[in-house]
């Protein structure tokens, strides 16, 4: 039987609530299933450990990690630890160390989920973002030079490298013949004169080997505004890693909400484990309180069916999410619901059980 | 009498079309009010000048602008001639050469105005964006290395000074003190481990001497989340360069659409000229056919009146612009109407005749 080996790292805050019900799903999935299995393995990295251990994982952190085949992630970051250390420490060491360069978020209105649009059917709002998650903006490049003194200046470097730039675009573009879909690049070539000059040029090479893929160039403040006007536009839409950033969030705004957002970090290559998240923060505002919505990090266990293979399982997830949300029964408050955390898993647990 | 001098750079596409009309509106507002007068001076710098020129502006064009008391900008831009250059070598230009480091972008949805997003009330989305606009990631520091080699590598520096940072900053702070509302800075400082680490130490730093002040600090892509999601979070924002720039084209998208949306770049000290713009492009595909809508054109008009201490008449232009929506009768059919660009204008230049 198919065993795949999966590294938990719950983390902080919301984290460990929502993952649970995850790890449930997925559990059930595979009992149901009959033909693979799940191993989870817990680590308790995150900010506890931070202040325990001065440090968000051990030094051989990456290396226990090598022995998975995936690492399902919940959130990081807590009051009390600055984020740029919980975050780029962390979550953002394992996408960077593991050669994660390309971060897939479905934004995708399901039937049932609130939409804060008018005029908007569920239709017009069916993309797939493809982030660039390795390198630019967030290559962690700069200085911070006369500290103190008037003339005080910080410097932060995006580093774009024509590896980095090709691979993403051209993941995007395989994807976009694959799928029969369109592909618009999020740039911002008239501010940023070398990146986004370069990322630009880049776009249309690579288009020349995939002509039968049409394509569309936004700047990133347009495309902000027609993600809220008229988000039909995107299909398969590719961008760098702080626009990517920026741009699923409201991706997230508009189709039901952070508490619905996914993504996964793949190495495609599969010479590292993948992980896969609820793109939500860790929430310390209702953390402890058995009210986060697990949905996002049920979506992402869906992502992690995907990966396996099954994506018939994963495809049935993403529909039990669905009549959960038409069912209206068990949503958790941010959903207008009244329901747990716990409540919202058993629940599509039960559901999926009734499927056969 | 006192005469206000200003240059008139119409642009490219729309531009030329929508600044007629805001001229117009100056001008019946000077008559009306009969204590002070506009002065207006062409200038026909833009993409059709540099086509001809090999530039966008003459190289003593900054030096002719001195003159002036206020520059206004239609629009920059036009298929031809990559962004990259028209952009940065005349708005941006303009931008930078006269220290305008501060953009005032009102976000406010008028009565009448188009809002996409449902249960939102008028009074939810009411704020003012304080984008920095003279250095951070705009300020064209970078480098192109290996060009066509597979080690191909590209580098973008973001720049944020001490001085820089600190006026803008301090900026808001005095708007948000002075007006009695909340202040909240948008950074990012989880994944840009320079640049924003010290914005937002210079946002709590300068904070200490608004004690009285309310503060709020979100991460750019939870704010982008949250002006579609809860935009009555915001009253008076403060956010770095290239984040205003989307910020505020999400702004615009939620407050009526971007033929709503205007902007003040200003040089406080008033050493220099400082410059009034609809931020909306050049839209090439709707231009020469008379139906661009005027209405931010018309909205940096009030912006100019308000600069040059009518803030009366500022105002009443407001007023007219909202009353010309809820009436429906002349509007562009971007917002549904039917009506030319230059109707609108007159519209506007009727309703304010007969405010008296
Ligand atoms: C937590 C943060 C560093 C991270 C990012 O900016 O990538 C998050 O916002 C995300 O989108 O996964
Ligand atoms: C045209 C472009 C360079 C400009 C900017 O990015 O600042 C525009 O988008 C704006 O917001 O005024």
Not at 155 to 172: H, M, P
Request: net charge negative; glycine share 10%; proline share 4%.
């Amino acid at each position: 039987m198919n065993v795949h080996k999966i590294a938990v790292i719950a983390g902080d805050g919301i984290g460990p609530e929502v993952i649970n019900e995850g790890v449930k799903v997925l559990k059930e999935v595979a009992a149901i299933a009959g033909d693979f299995s799940f191993q989870f393995t817990y680590f308790p990295w995150g900010c506890e450990y931070y202040l325990e251990h001065g440090k968000m994982l051990p030094d051989d952190g990456l290396e226990q990690l090598m022995k998975f085949d995936a690492v399902y992630l919940g959130a990081v970051g807590y009051p009390g630890v600055p984020d740029h250390i919980s975050l780029r420490e962390l979550l953002l060491k394992i996408r960077k160390g593991f050669d994660q360069y390309v971060n897939v978020r479905p934004v995708k209105l399901l039937q049932g989920a609130p939409c804060p649009l008018k005029d908007v059917t569920r239709d017009q709002i069916d993309m797939v973002v493809i982030r660039e998650n390795s390198e630019g903006e967030y290559s962690g490049a700069g200085d911070w030079l006369f500290k103190g003194k008037p003339e005080e200046v910080v410097l932060q470097t995006g580093v774009f490298s024509r590896k980095g730039t090709e691979r993403i675009i051209r993941y995007a573009y395989e994807l976009a013949r694959k799928t029969g879909r369109t592909l618009t690049s999020i740039s911002k070539a008239n501010a940023l004169n070398y990146s986004m000059v370069f990322w630009d040029q880049v776009f249309e090479e690579i288009g020349q080997e995939y002509s039968e893929v049409e394509t569309n160039s936004y700047l990133v403040d347009a495309a902000s505004m027609y993600f809220v006007k008229q988000p039909e536009r995107f299909q398969i839409v590719v961008t760098s890693n702080l626009f990517g950033d920026i741009i699923t969030d409201l991706g997230a705004a508009i189709a039901g909400g952070m508490g619905l957002a996914a993504g996964a970090n793949l190495n495609p290559e599969r010479i590292y484990p993948s992980m896969f998240e609820p793109i939500h923060g860790s929430a310390p505002d209702i953390a402890h309180q058995g009210i986060a919505n697990p949905l996002a990090a049920i979506w992402s266990a869906s992502q992690i069916l995907d990966f396996f293979g099954h994506e018939v399982w994963g495809a049935k997830v993403l529909d039990v999410i669905e009549q959960a949300m038409v069912d209206k029964k068990m949503l958790t408050p941010d959903m207008g619901g009244a329901a747990s955390t716990e409540e919202v898993g058993d629940e599509v647990v039960k559901i999926l059980s009734a499927l056969q």
